[in-house]
């Protein structure tokens, strides 16, 4: 597991042997898993945005578009 992106709001960690990244969003406690193409697809659109436009502001903004409704609650045991 490697932490590729870090804020106040998300994590983003890969999973180079499952081909798989997992969003946790830190606010809502929620976690979601993408694997293969789905992975594939997500880093795509985090690349098309402008390296410009690139800040964490930016980047929190999609991930919460990305994962709302998606994600999985994370539990306490």
């Given at each position: 597991m490697?932490?590729?992106?870090?804020?106040e709001h998300f994590w983003i960690l890969a999973y180079p042997a499952q081909q798989?990244?997992?969003?946790?969003?830190?606010?809502n406690l929620s976690t979601l898993f993408?694997?293969?193409?789905?992975a594939w697809h997500f880093k795509h659109a985090i690349d098309e945005i402008p390296q410009e436009a690139?800040?964490?502001?930016t980047i929190d903004a999609f991930l919460d578009e990305y994962c709302k409704g998606a994600g999985r609650p994370i539990v306490f045991h």
């Open positions: 490697n932490v590729i992106y870090d804020s798989g990244l997992e969003l946790l969003d830190k606010d993408l694997q293969g193409a789905h690139r800040d964490e502001e």
